[in-house]
């Protein structure tokens, strides 16, 4: 889903969406021009190298197209909700691969619409590609002095999502007979009459500071799913508590964090920072509480889209998205996702870091930096253009967020029985994480700076920001203790299921501390008072 923004636009497709559907037989047109039949008719003719041949077959198409518009019926509900969406203001148009010429004998036969109560055609014949380009709506946008994400994109077929897609709208896929081959389309809204527009607008208008109302609750909670059974009373509207069967189990871990600094992407932060600490107990992240925070103004489109992309990063991981509240408050600036995460580990299998001992040698998965390197490229995309970096690199980064989950690599060193202690790298980064690994364990921590590795996006952010990498934060990192005599196994392991570790340490003796040595010589491990990212927002 593009940002969520008022809308004040919305483009139609003609033909079954504003139209009735079947008035054209494309299969006739076909035959009659010789397309394939998995060859859109207009970039076949657009193909065909001799001009008599393409001309030809444009005034095949031309004749079918008006013969077929001479036929078509408005559909009903089109008759209801224009009128409506007048009343709101909303600029109108329609948007269609047809001809402008067989759009206007359509209009004839109409006695509820006129042409007139829209205030834009895009047709192929303007100077535009056509669908499933997003060049005509960018066109829309440019006409109505509007941008693309305050656009609407209404239409029964997949090039009217995709165009959407493409230049950023909202879209709306009209499905009205449930068609099972439209099943698989990816748009924002699914609807199988043109009066759900109404809803679907109100969704894109400011809420009201307080409790979101219970209809679009009950509306947006409906999404969830209870496959485990030991969910006893889930999410619902006036169900102020869950409530889980942990009878079988024999520790119940527990954790709460909250997503302040990331806007984009804010819900599958939240879920894998809490998922992640779970782990690190040798816990399985089994359920999740959150509390949303909005601040005014917020649409209700917002809520729905971080609730939505809740649901689907827990499902990801096997997590049940059990209950929580949400509201929108001025004690808040930018949404907050506050996670309480529960999950259950045998009481035998529970990892408590202060089983760590003497010569346990320390591993690190992956890099420094993961979260921070995505939320930066996320969150700073432009500003990083500005300094020379490529859209290549800036994507490069966008797509660290599939790296912040160290669930696989806390499985596979739980499952080892020779890891003796887990901390993932939160806040602090690295220089934070391994302070804290060696209070928690109660030890002191030998570290190899010359070790410690660092992805080359990562360092030339930092170098362009002028901020330290071993301070920025880091999910998708883990420390393990792992028994010396075992962990040149588990390494292997990690690299057989394609996950990056590096030894950069190993446990000394009992107390707290860190000896970090740098090309053989003592130095001082790094301190931060704040993570490195806080110097950004």
């Given at each position: 889903?593009?940002?969520?923004?008022?809308?004040?636009?919305?483009?139609?497709?003609?033909?079954?969406?504003?139209?009735?559907?079947?008035?054209?037989?494309?299969?006739?047109?076909?035959?009659?021009?010789?397309c394939?039949?998995?060859?859109?008719?207009?970039?076949?003719?657009?193909?065909?190298?001799?001009?008599?041949?393409?001309?030809?077959?444009?005034?095949?198409?031309?004749?079918?197209?008006?013969?077929?518009?001479?036929?078509?019926?408005?559909?009903?509900?089109?008759?209801?909700?224009?009128?409506?969406?007048?009343?709101?203001?909303?600029?109108?148009?329609?948007i269609?691969r047809?001809?402008?010429?067989?759009?206007?004998?359509?209009?004839?036969?109409?006695?509820?619409?006129?042409?007139?109560?829209?205030?834009?055609?895009?047709?192929?014949?303007?100077?535009?590609?056509?669908?499933?380009?997003?060049?005509?709506?960018?066109?829309?946008?440019?006409?109505?002095?509007?941008?693309?994400?305050?656009?609407?994109?209404?239409?029964?077929?997949?090039?009217?999502?995709?165009?959407?897609?493409?230049?950023?709208?909202?879209?709306?896929?009209?499905?009205?007979?449930?068609?099972?081959?439209?099943?698989?389309?990816?748009?924002?809204?699914?609807?199988?009459?043109?009066?759900?527009?109404?809803?679907?607008?109100?969704?894109?208008?400011?809420?009201?500071?307080?409790?979101?109302?219970?209809?679009?609750?009950?509306?947006?909670?409906q999404?969830?799913?209870?496959?485990?059974?030991?969910?006893?009373?889930?999410?619902?509207?006036?169900?102020?508590?869950?409530?889980?069967?942990?009878?079988?189990?024999?520790?119940?871990v527990?954790k709460?964090?909250?997503?302040?600094?990331?806007?984009?992407?804010?819900?599958?932060?939240?879920?894998?920072?809490?998922?992640?600490?779970?782990?690190?107990?040798?816990?399985?992240?089994?359920?999740?509480?959150?509390?949303?925070?909005?601040?005014?103004?917020?649409?209700?489109?917002?809520?729905?889209?971080?609730?939505?992309?809740?649901?689907?990063?827990?499902?990801?991981?096997?997590?049940?998205?059990?209950?929580g509240?949400?509201?929108?408050?001025?004690?808040?600036?930018?949404p907050?996702?506050?996670?309480?995460?529960?999950?259950?580990?045998?009481?035998?299998?529970?990892?408590?870091?202060?089983?760590?001992?003497?010569?346990?040698?320390?591993?690190?998965?992956?890099?420094?930096?993961?979260?921070?390197?995505?939320?930066?490229?996320?969150?700073?995309?432009?500003?990083?253009?500005?300094?020379?970096?490529?859209?290549e690199?800036?994507?490069?980064?966008?797509?660290?967020?599939?790296?912040?989950s160290?669930?696989?690599?806390?499985?596979?060193?739980?499952?080892?029985?020779?890891?003796?202690?887990?901390?993932?790298?939160?806040?602090?980064?690295?220089?934070?994480?391994?302070?804290?690994?060696?209070?928690?364990?109660?030890?002191?921590?030998?570290?190899?700076?010359?070790?410690?590795?660092?992805?080359?996006?990562?360092?030339?952010?930092?170098?362009?920001?002028?901020?330290?990498?071993?301070?920025?934060?880091?999910?998708?990192?883990?420390?393990?203790?792992?028994?010396?005599?075992?962990?040149?196994?588990?390494?292997?392991?990690?690299?057989q299921?394609?996950?990056?570790?590096?030894?950069?340490?190993?446990?000394?003796?009992?107390?707290?501390?860190?000896?970090?040595y740098?090309?053989?010589?003592?130095v001082?491990?790094?301190?931060?008072?704040?993570?490195?990212?806080?110097?950004?927002?």
């Amino acid at each position: 889903m593009t940002t969520a923004t008022s809308i004040k636009a919305i483009l139609f497709d003609f033909d079954g969406t504003l139209s009735q559907s079947g008035a054209i037989d494309f299969k006739k047109i076909r035959n009659a021009i010789g397309c394939p039949y998995d060859k859109p008719i207009l970039e076949f003719i657009d193909g065909i190298c001799d001009i008599n041949t393409r001309q030809n077959a444009s005034a095949t198409l031309n004749f079918f197209e008006l013969e077929a518009a001479a036929n078509t019926k408005l559909d009903a509900s089109a008759g209801k909700i224009i009128p409506k969406l007048h009343r709101q203001k909303l600029l109108l148009g329609i948007i269609s691969r047809n001809s402008r010429k067989s759009i206007l004998r359509a209009f004839e036969n109409f006695k509820d619409l006129d042409l007139s109560d829209f205030d834009l055609l895009i047709t192929r014949d303007d100077p535009v590609k056509p669908k499933p380009s997003g060049q005509g709506i960018r066109l829309a946008a440019q006409k109505w002095k509007i941008k693309t994400n305050q656009i609407m994109m209404v239409g029964d077929f997949s090039h009217d999502v995709e165009a959407g897609q493409r230049a950023g709208c909202l879209t709306v896929l009209v499905d009205k007979k449930k068609d099972p081959r439209l099943a698989d389309i990816q748009c924002d809204f699914r609807i199988t009459d043109l009066n759900e527009l109404s809803h679907i607008l109100r969704l894109t208008q400011p809420l009201a500071i307080g409790k979101l109302p219970n209809d679009l609750l009950q509306e947006f909670l409906q999404q969830f799913e209870y496959m485990d059974p030991s969910v006893l009373v889930g999410a619902g509207v006036g169900d102020d508590t869950a409530a889980i069967d942990v009878s079988s189990e024999q520790v119940l871990v527990l954790k709460s964090d909250p997503i302040t600094f990331a806007s984009d992407a804010i819900s599958q932060y939240a879920v894998l920072v809490n998922a992640n600490d779970i782990a690190t107990a040798g816990a399985i992240p089994r359920w999740l509480l959150t509390t949303l925070l909005f601040p005014p103004k917020t649409l209700a489109l917002t809520i729905r889209k971080v609730m939505n992309d809740l649901f689907h990063a827990c499902k990801h991981w096997g997590i049940t998205l059990c209950g929580g509240h949400t509201e929108i408050t001025d004690a808040v600036t930018r949404p907050v996702v506050i996670g309480h995460m529960a999950g259950t580990v045998h009481r035998a299998d529970l990892i408590e870091k202060k089983n760590m001992q003497p010569g346990d040698k320390i591993l690190l998965t992956k890099s420094v930096a993961v979260e921070g390197t995505a939320i930066i490229t996320r969150e700073f995309s432009d500003h990083l253009l500005s300094l020379g970096f490529t859209q290549e690199e800036i994507n490069n980064g966008r797509n660290f967020l599939s790296q912040i989950s160290i669930l696989p690599e806390a499985r596979l060193a739980s499952r080892s029985k020779a890891a003796t202690a887990l901390h993932d790298i939160t806040e602090g980064g690295l220089a934070i994480a391994v302070e804290e690994l060696s209070i928690a364990g109660g030890h002191r921590l030998k570290i190899n700076m010359d070790a410690i590795p660092f992805f080359p996006l990562t360092q030339k952010i930092a170098t362009c920001f002028n901020i330290d990498p071993l301070g920025l934060i880091g999910s998708g990192s883990l420390l393990i203790c792992c028994e010396k005599k075992f962990y040149l196994k588990l390494m292997d392991d990690l690299h057989q299921n394609g996950i990056a570790v590096t030894c950069i340490g190993e446990v000394l003796r009992k107390g707290v501390g860190i000896k970090a040595y740098h090309k053989g010589k003592i130095v001082d491990w790094p301190r931060f008072t704040v993570d490195e990212i806080t110097r950004l927002f």
